[in-house]
């Protein structure tokens, strides 16, 4: 199948490493030349725009960071929209709020094109294995002709209901995961200032009731779990502003429906305390840096 992927960041380029993997033909846009170089090194051709890598294609793929770079690369005269063969489906894996989806794929609609909103979940592990989870928010029809596709690049590709769902569900989760994150963050801060071995209380905890993925998977206290990026100074993973961008759109959606947030609001306050201090760039789960530091250093 020739597909155009747009999008090639920490998610996007192993994503579509695996779609070439697949065997799938790819034409690949990026404002980031590296970024396509690197892509067109392992198989892929270049377009100079949305509008070019979108013109060939039998289904587009875009993954980009927020709601502004989705509405650009589907809607300006050098877009997706412009370029795109009728009746071609159109995927978003971006996380966006699900007012924008909305409004793209009314607009796709309009010319004969399907829409999807696919956000994804398993982080950029699960981009390079191959065993992300997809929410997919589409017509049922749409869903099952997207499924094979959305199968190279991850295990679960789970229908949510239609347009914008995916977005719902995924919107929801990283509200919990963020203020889970947190939670983790301050009993372990807690415990190591009590006096307690980190490793015995991540042990404790992930065998008890306060077990979680972000305890027993991407513990924030250094060294806990090796793999997490804890152990290798925050670097790489989920950038702490993604998170912040993420709690705002649930911030966001819940005022419209009038539905109160009470610790998705003092999330959100935390996160972007962390990125005002200078750490947006690190992983979120270095939240914990903000309890451990004490006498002017980092404990
Ligand atoms: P990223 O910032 O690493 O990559 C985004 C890419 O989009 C960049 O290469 C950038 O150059 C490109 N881009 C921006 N504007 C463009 C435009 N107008 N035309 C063409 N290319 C453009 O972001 P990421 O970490 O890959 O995340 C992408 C999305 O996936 C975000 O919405 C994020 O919230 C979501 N997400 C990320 C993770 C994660 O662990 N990083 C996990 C799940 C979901």
Same mark, same amino acid.
């Given at each position: ?11 996007? *380029? ?7 993997? *697949? ?48 509405r650009r690369v589907y ?6 929209? *412009? ?107 807690l415990g190591e200032r ?78 972007? *305390? ?26």
């Amino acid at each position: 199948m020739q597909i155009a992927f747009i999008g090639l960041g920490n998610m996007g *380029a192993p994503m579509a490493r695996n779609l070439l993997k *697949a065997g799938h033909a790819l034409t690949v846009f990026d404002l980031n030349a590296n970024a396509v170089a690197s892509l067109c090194e392992a198989g892929a051709s270049r377009a100079g725009s949305a509008k070019e890598a979108a013109a060939e294609a039998d289904v587009v793929i875009t993954m980009l960071p927020a709601a502004v770079h989705v509405r650009r690369v589907y809607q300006a005269d050098d877009g997706v929209l *412009a370029g795109v063969r009728r009746g071609v489906p159109l995927v978003d894996c971006s996380t966006i709020d699900p007012s924008t989806v909305r409004d793209i794929a009314e607009a796709a609609r309009a010319q004969g094109n399907p829409f999807a909103d696919a956000p994804v979940s398993g982080g950029t592990g699960g981009a390079q294995a191959g065993t992300l989870t997809f929410m997919v928010g589409a017509e049922p029809a749409l869903h099952e002709r997207l499924s094979p596709v959305l199968s190279a690049m991850g295990r679960n590709v789970v229908r949510c209901g239609d347009t914008g769902t995916g977005q719902i569900a995924k919107i929801c989760n990283n509200l919990i995961l963020g203020i889970s994150m947190i939670g983790v963050s301050e009993a372990m801060a807690l415990g190591e200032r009590l006096g307690i071995d980190a490793q015995v209380l991540a042990g404790i905890v992930n065998t008890s009731t306060g077990r979680c993925w972000s305890s027993d998977t991407y513990n924030p206290y250094p060294g806990v779990i090796e793999t997490a990026p804890a152990a290798r100074g925050y670097t790489g993973g989920f950038g702490a502003e993604l998170m912040l961008k993420d709690l705002g759109l649930a911030n966001d959606a819940a005022r419209a429906v009038k539905q109160p947030l009470f610790l998705g609001a003092l999330a959100q306050q935390v996160y972007q *305390a962390m990125c005002q201090r200078g750490d947006a760039h690190l992983d979120f789960s270095g939240v914990i840096r903000q309890y451990r530091e004490r006498d002017g250093g980092q404990a």
